[in-house]
């Protein structure tokens, strides 16, 4: 399967293919080149398509990753989805530092294991940003994490969605995230779905 099997969507990018070259050969110079002062919305990078070995030669890692958060304060792009792509702290904690200097205002970041380092740098980065929607569904993501992003929300204008399904988040996490609910700036739609909160963290949300 070749790189333009990949999912790389964007309702208003013209470069295309040239994006496709530079994530195939890894020249992420050129990569970061092209997302600078980009005019678009919207941006999709997604490498669920591949199967076994070509997702991770394909991925953009830490590296591609931390050339995208240094194009993305010069960009308009307010909705960013990038999914599957292998994302370790390091690349977690370059876009988090983004955050504040960037227009997004949407950042899906479903599957690529930010872990609970990535968690952590984020809920510093919500801090002065325009995010009001989160996605880490499916990252790997403890109560350790978790809780670290529960204590940032009432500083932040994370007011619409946060999605944490399916990581490892227990019932500390729950309790944590009842707490921030009772702030104005708490999302209106929490997502802990396929989490093991148990009984006491399904209560403690109930009562928030």
């Known amino acids: 399967m070749s790189i333009s099997d990949t999912s790389v969507m ?17 020249n ?28 991770y030669k394909c991925s953009l890692g830490d590296e591609g990753v ?13 909705e960013l989805t990038v999914s599957f792509c292998h994302i ?16 997004l205002k949407s950042l899906n970041l479903y599957g690529t294991c ?6 952590k740098a984020f809920a510093a980065g919500l801090a002065g940003s325009p995010i ?4 880490l569904v499916n990252n790997g993501i403890t ?4 809780t670290a992003l529960a204590r ?27 707490e921030a609910l009772a702030h104005e700036s708490a999302p209106r739609d929490l997502d802990l779905g396929g989490n093991p909160i148990g009984a006491k963290g399904v209560e403690a949300l109930a009562t928030a």
Do not use: Y
Not at 88 to 103: D, F, N, S, T
Not at 143 to 146: K, L, Q
């Open 143 to 146: 109560d350790v994490g978790a």
């Open 66 to 78: 931390t050339a995208l958060a240094a194009a993305l304060p010069t960009t308009t792009i307010t």
């Open 114 to 119: 930010v872990g609970d380092a990535g968690a």
């Open 152 to 178: 940032a929300l009432p500083g932040a204008t994370l007011c619409g969605r946060l999605q944490l399904g399916h990581n490892n988040l227990g019932p500390a996490s729950a309790k944590a995230f009842a």
């Open 132 to 135: 009001t929607e989160l996605i």
């Open 28 to 55: 992420w110079s050129a990569f970061e080149k092209l997302l600078t002062n980009s005019t678009a919305r919207d941006l999709t990078l997604s490498f669920a398509h591949f199967r076994g070995d070509e997702l």
């Open 88 to 103: 370790g702290p390091k690349g977690a904690a370059a876009l988090a530092q983004a955050l504040p200097r960037a227009q």
């Open 10 to 26: 964007s309702s208003s990018w013209r470069n295309m293919p040239p994006i496709h070259d530079a994530i195939k050969e890894k």
